[in-house]
């Protein structure tokens, strides 16, 4: 049991699939194929020290996979923030957005590493360990993510908004995730605000890829608009 949700080894199929799905090992595990799926935080006991004996090789693929993927956000982080000052932001939006870019990068690089160690047969074999080492991966993964993401896009959203940086499709988009990354937040003391956690994830990725690529893009464009008139 965990924040007040009956465990349930059943549970109902569709909030099982979209947990599986919001979390970077449950997509990794469906992709290799095979059962048990990845258990949600609403699963029992044996359904977890059950998952992690029989898929640890799974585990720690998707713990090489998404430690990865962290070190490149960082990298990603440290550009973008560099690129809005080359741009002339000289508010505090690129300092939050680093800030909480590192933040974010922080938090998922402990989730994999808990993982990492829950993959190991000594590890797995102790169910109350395992449990609480399961807890700890899914507060750095799940709210200790998405937390801070909504803030690194809000960071970079508000400062583009004033300087025209990107377009307003995007930053609507943006700030409409960043405000859905804070409210996960209640996932903290409320399970049903869990669904929270991957509506910021899957979307917040694709705003960050298209982020890299139109980034003062509008910018340049307007300004060599203005020198052909000039």
Avoid at 69 to 74: F, K, N, P, V
Avoid at 201 to 229: K, N
Wanted: hydrophobic share 55%; proline share 6%; net charge neutral.
């Amino acid at each position: 049991m965990i924040h007040g949700v009956e465990s349930n080894i059943n549970g109902p199929a569709q909030p099982s699939y979209f947990w599986g799905s919001s979390r970077k090992g449950g997509c990794y595990h469906w992709a290799f194929g095979g059962l048990p799926h990845f258990p949600g935080p609403w699963a029992s006991a044996e359904t977890i020290v059950a998952f992690f004996r029989e898929r640890s090789s799974a585990v720690l693929i998707c713990v090489f996979l998404q430690f990865g993927g962290s070190i490149a956000l960082g990298i990603y982080t440290a550009t973008v923030v560099s690129r809005l000052q080359f741009l002339g932001v000289r508010a505090a939006g690129p300092w939050i957005a680093l800030f909480c870019g590192m933040m974010t990068v922080i938090n998922i690089s402990i989730a994999s590493m808990f993982l990492w160690v829950m993959a190991y047969p000594d590890v797995a074999q102790d169910g109350s360990i395992l449990r609480a080492f399961y807890y700890l991966a899914f507060a750095f993964g799940g709210p200790g993510f998405s937390v801070p993401l909504g803030l690194l896009i809000a960071g970079v959203c508000i400062p583009a908004t004033f300087l025209k940086l990107l377009p307003r499709w995007l930053i609507v988009f943006g700030l409409v995730l960043a405000v859905i990354g804070e409210l996960s937040w209640f996932n903290l003391i409320l399970p049903q605000a869990l669904l929270l956690i991957p509506l910021t994830r899957f979307p917040g990725f694709i705003w960050l890829i298209a982020t890299g690529f139109l980034l003062g893009d509008h910018f340049e464009i307007q300004r060599s608009s203005g020198v052909s008139d000039g």
